[in-house]
């Protein structure tokens, strides 16, 4: 018995004031901009069209609002794995900071002292991985910039994130996974999309 092959659809949060300066949010609870609550509200209207038989959220504020203004609050469900990197003691900071004082520096390489490294990202990355592919039928994700990343990375299969960091994201944008084939061909169907977004900029 034939079935269409699913899709996990992953947006990205609004923009928040973190994000237009580049400094790392992680787990820092900030709230989306004024520009970040309208570009919410578009997304929403980019996303009417489709159908989910499961929505997910992180826990962050970031997240849930985006969720919220997006139309899906009522039947989104919260997922603690669906959180930001963990960025320890650069939770705050630009790269030209970190990389200031730690010149060869590469999140997707390295990690960040005091808060996750690569290999632990990718493991909780691989965890949603497996939840997902468990569901028959579409899926819609919120989450934050470097985990979706992540995300697409361990959907394809790869490990070593290292080149993950050249997946460029903007607030409030659209990508998505799914298959070539079938089941056993996952690929990133879609990266970034933000035509939807007024002036969208793609910090972390």
């Given amino acids: 018995m034939s079935f269409t092959l699913p899709v996990v659809y992953l947006a990205r949060h609004g923009e928040t004031e973190w994000s237009l300066t580049g400094q790392h949010t992680g787990l820092t609870d900030l709230p989306l901009t004024q520009r970040g609550e309208q570009n919410a509200r578009r997304l929403g209207q980019r996303l009417k069209e489709l159908t989910f038989v499961k ?12 969720c919220e203004l997006s139309g899906y609050s009522a039947v989104a469900e919260v997922d603690g794995d669906l959180v930001e990197w963990d960025y320890g003691e650069y939770e705050g900071r630009t790269g030209d900071e970190i990389r200031s004082k730690r010149p060869d520096w590469q999140l997707f390489r390295d990690g960040c002292p005091g808060g996750e490294s690569p290999a632990q990202v990718i493991e909780r990355a691989g965890r949603v991985v497996r939840r997902l592919r468990a569901v028959r039928g579409d899926v819609l994700l919120f989450t934050s910039g470097h985990f979706i990343r992540a995300l697409a990375w361990r959907w394809i299969g790869l490990d070593n994130m290292l080149n993950a960091r050249s997946l460029m994201l903007t607030t409030a944008s659209l990508s ?3 298959y070539e084939v079938n089941l056993s061909r996952p690929v990133i169907r879609l990266w970034n999309d933000n035509h939807h977004v007024v002036e969208s900029e793609g910090t972390p």
């Fill in 55 to 66: 929505v997910y959220t992180s826990p962050l504020t970031r997240a849930r609002r985006t």
């Fill in 176 to 178: 998505a996974l799914g």
